[in-house]
C-alpha cells in the first residue's frame, strides 16, 4: 500500500470517525439518562451532575433551535422504559 493510499484511508477513518460521534452523542442522551435513574440515592446526585455538565450542549443546541420540547421527549421516551419499582 503507497504513502498516498495510507493517507487517504487515514484520512476516511477521522471522517467517519467525526460522523459517528456527531451522531452517537446526541442520541446517546437517552440511555444515558436511563442508565443514572437505576442509580441508588447516594450516587445518583453524582451522575446526575455528570449527566447535565456532559450533555449541556445537546441542551442548549435544543434551546437555540426551538426544539427542546423533541429532546425531552426522547428522553422521557427513554425513562418510559425505566421500571416503576424496584425488586
Not at 439518562?33 to 449527566?51: E, M, V
Not at 442548549?60 to 421527549?73: E, I
Request: proline content about 5%; hydrophobic content about 45%.
Amino acid at each position: 500500500m503507497s504513502d498516498e493510499a495510507k493517507k487517504r484511508r487515514r484520512a476516511r477513518v477521522v471522517v467517519w470517525a467525526a460522523v459517528a460521534l456527531l451522531v452517537l452523542y446526541p442520541v446517546s442522551v437517552g440511555p444515558v439518562k436511563l442508565i443514572g435513574w437505576h442509580l441508588d440515592g447516594d450516587h445518583r446526585g453524582a451522575w446526575t451532575r455528570f449527566f447535565e455538565e456532559a450533555y449541556r450542549p445537546v441542551a442548549n443546541a435544543g434551546h437555540r433551535t426551538g426544539l427542546s420540547w423533541l429532546v425531552n421527549l426522547y428522553v422521557d421516551t427513554w425513562l418510559s422504559l425505566a421500571p416503576t419499582h424496584f425488586d
